[in-house]
């Protein structure tokens, strides 16, 4: 059993690039979420799922997309990466109750 | 709206001594309560969870957190920690399930050889 994992683990972006953040989970959960931490904010919700093709809004979805087209993934995409979008990203699964993390991702936009 | 109050931010400590970690939340229903560790460039970990029950819950590291309804409380307490403890402790709390989480803004426990 792997969890969750989540690729890349670091990255480099320019202002304005593109990129998307995979997430995959063999837990078999129907939940999945994202979530970027910044420090002295604790973590803030992006964007979840409850499911197979359904995506809900978070705390700070801005700027972010995602889409859940299998039940074991979930991809954060940015579309034209920002400066303010440097920040590290975790994304989870859970049950009905308790949310399991990933690694998270590094992402530097310069 | 639920909410998570972490009142430190930074707590030294020296390696045996004993810790507590305090987390106050905001709800006027019934909740669950989290304890999740991250270790340095790490993801989090659940460390322990309230559901029901003994409002004393326990961790297989020796952690413990007692929810306390009536001062809206789940403190988390170690009485002897090692220099391996040393990481950031996040409270979460949620009214109605996992899709509602919340998150405190995290404490960071350092321990002192």
């Known amino acids: 059993n792997a969890g969750v994992t989540q690729t890349p683990k670091f990255r480099v972006l320019k202002t304005g690039q593109s990129m998307t953040l995979l997430c995959a989970q063999d837990m078999n959960h129907e939940y999945m979420y994202w979530y970027r931490q910044d420090p002295g904010m604790g973590l803030r919700l992006i964007h979840y799922s409850v499911g197979e093709g359904t995506t809900a809004k978070g705390e700070v979805p801005d700027g972010y997309n995602v889409s859940r087209l299998k039940k074991q993934n979930f991809l954060l995409g940015l579309e034209s990466a920002a400066p303010s979008q440097t920040s590290v990203y975790f994304c989870?699964?859970?049950?009905?109750?308790?949310?399991?993390f990933g690694p998270g991702t590094r992402l530097l936009v310069l | 709206a639920q909410s998570v109050t972490q009142l430190d931010s930074q707590v030294p400590v020296f390696e045996e001594a004993p810790v507590e970690l305090r987390c106050n939340y905001s709800?006027?229903?019934?909740?669950?309560l989290f304890w999740y560790v991250q270790y340095p460039n790490q993801g989090l970990q659940l460390l322990l969870k309230?559901?029901?029950?003994?409002?004393l819950v326990e961790s297989i590291n020796g952690f413990e957190a007692e929810f306390n309804k009536s001062q809206t409380s789940f403190h988390l307490r170690k009485p002897s920690v090692h220099i391996s403890d040393t990481a950031e402790y996040f409270c979460?709390?949620?009214?109605?399930?996992?899709?509602?989480?919340?998150f405190g803004t995290g404490t960071r426990l350092t321990v002192i050889p």
């Open positions: 979460a709390v949620t009214e109605g399930g996992a899709n509602n989480l919340f």
């Open positions: 989870a699964s859970s049950d009905q109750i308790t949310q399991y």
């Open positions: 709800s006027s229903v019934s909740v669950y």
């Open positions: 309230y559901l029901s029950g003994s409002t």
